[in-house]
């Protein structure tokens, strides 16, 4: 068998013209949708990170604003900057860029964050909304591979999923928003034994563990859709996912590429949830 590559880009630009058109519609009733991006340190990746998402927003028409704080700011001013956003009626999505400097307590940061602008879907009310099936915002990676599941026409009811990696980003909400469209949900992680025996038996196989070729042909069943969210660089300089790409795709039935698979959808689910964050202002009345 030859896996079809799941184009994450193609589906990342519809939702993107669907994003716009909403947007059009909300700037014509006088609301411009808002996104707050605050990046604390010098991290390259995540400067990369911000600056495809301050782009993702410039193309679908949602105001962004950026602040920048050096990496030993005090923990405090990030607080008091957020309480600022959280008041600002312009500002309907609020994110601060992790990983976060080391001396941070970064869940006294997402509790700060106002529930109803958590576009990451990381505060506390938005994780156990995931567990009772009814966030305010989905979580961002996770809503992206669930998006290009559907928009695939993968079957998720009934079916096997290995959800690899357990974090509080990625691995969990997704294995709880595959629960809640009746999947048969396992999740592995670092101290797994065995984890092949635990693959083998996927329909459906997320993999985000941040390891390259954690996943190999021999751990796959035929006809599996696997699913890449790990993004790995070499030191060739090369990015790679976690699953042999090349080896498994020759027995899966689907495949998601590194580059061009998850990321560019998780990077669309967040001006999604700012876009429906907006939305829900003006229908509650300002
Ligand atoms: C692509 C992220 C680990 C830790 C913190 C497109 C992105 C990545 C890849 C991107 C990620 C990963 C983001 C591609 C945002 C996804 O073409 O394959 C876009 O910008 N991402 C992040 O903000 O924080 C992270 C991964």
Do not use: W
């Not at 609301?31 to 782009?55: H, Q, T």
């Not at 050096?70 to 312009?90: C, F, G, H, Y």
């Not at 635990?198 to 329909?203: E, G, K, R, V």
């Not at 035929?222 to 660089?233: C, E, L, Q």
Request: proline fraction near 6%.
């Amino acid at each position: 068998m030859v896996a079809r590559v799941i184009d994450g880009l193609a589906a990342a630009k519809e939702i993107r013209q669907e994003c716009k058109a909403r947007v059009n519609k909300l700037v014509q009733s006088g609301i411009r949708p808002g996104l707050a991006v605050i990046l604390v340190g010098n991290d390259p990746a995540s400067a990369v990170y911000v600056k495809n998402k301050i782009r993702a927003c410039d193309e679908v028409g949602v105001h962004s604003l950026q602040f920048k704080f050096p990496s030993d700011i005090a923990e405090e001013a990030v607080l008091k900057k957020i309480e600022e956003l959280n008041r600002d009626p312009q500002v309907h999505g609020i994110l601060v860029q992790l990983p976060l400097p080391r001396h941070f307590d970064l869940s006294r940061i997402l509790l700060t964050i106002s529930p109803e602008k958590d576009v990451d879907g990381f505060h506390l009310y938005n994780v156990g909304g995931l567990v009772v099936g009814n966030t305010v915002f989905p979580p961002c990676t996770p809503f992206g591979v669930l998006k290009l599941l559907q928009s695939n026409n993968i079957k998720i009811e009934g079916q096997n999923v290995v959800v690899v990696g357990a974090s509080n980003i990625v691995g969990k909400p997704m294995a709880l928003m595959l629960m809640q469209q009746d999947a048969t949900v396992c999740i592995c992680h670092a101290k797994t034994r065995d984890l092949a025996q635990f693959t083998i038996l996927a329909d459906i196989l997320v993999v985000a563990a941040g390891r390259p070729n954690l996943i190999v042909p021999q751990m796959v069943k035929t006809g599996a859709v696997v699913i890449d969210v790990g993004i790995n660089r070499l030191s060739s300089g090369e990015l790679v996912g976690d699953v042999d790409f090349a080896g498994v795709s020759e027995k899966a039935s689907y495949i998601t590429p590194v580059p061009g698979g998850v990321g560019p959808m998780t990077v669309t689910m967040l001006i999604y949830n700012t876009v429906a964050s907006a939305e829900r202002v003006f229908a509650s009345g300002e």
